[in-house]
């Protein structure tokens, strides 16, 4: 069972911004920005490949009215959900970050990693 799984449950506590049948909004415990939030599906897809499209509705009403309570809607903020290992995904459970607060940044993205490195990351359970 992933940690996200273990928070819809109750079983780790999360400081909610905001949840619904479907969807639950959190904020982060190692923020990137000044507002840092994870929005996750109550229903388990890996990643963004796995989602029905049809699910997105839901999702992007959702997130939105996460930005307008955070009041990011005015200034603006950023939206990722990293796929599989080159994307940087940690967890296997879909979830988008909302970070905002500040004007973001876009740093260096590659990171300088040889193959052997690569394929022992893809060995480790992406």
């Known amino acids: 069972?992933?940690?996200f799984e273990k928070i819809i449950k109750g079983e780790i506590p999360c400081n909610k911004v905001l949840e619904?049948?479907?969807?639950?909004?959190?904020h982060d415990i190692a923020p990137k920005a000044?507002?840092?939030?994870l929005v996750i599906p109550k229903k388990?897809?890996?990643?963004?490949?796995?989602?029905?499209?049809?699910?997105m509705v839901?999702?992007?009403?959702f997130i939105q009215e996460v930005t307008k309570i955070l009041g990011l809607d005015k200034n603006g903020y950023r939206i990722i959900s990293n796929v599989g290992i080159d994307g940087g995904q940690e967890i296997p459970y879909?979830?988008?970050h909302i970070l905002g607060?500040?004007?973001l940044r876009w740093?260096?993205?590659a990171q300088n990693i040889s193959d052997a490195q690569r394929l022992e990351d893809v060995k480790k359970g992406m």
Do not use: R, Y
């Open 1 to 3: 069972m992933s940690v």
């Open 34 to 37: 000044p507002v840092h939030v």
């Open 44 to 55: 388990f897809a890996k990643d963004f490949q796995e989602l029905n499209p049809n699910e």
């Open 101 to 103: 607060g500040t004007k």
């Open 58 to 61: 839901g999702f992007t009403a």
């Open 94 to 96: 879909l979830h988008f």
């Open 20 to 26: 619904n049948n479907d969807f639950l909004a959190f």
């Open 107 to 109: 740093d260096n993205l």
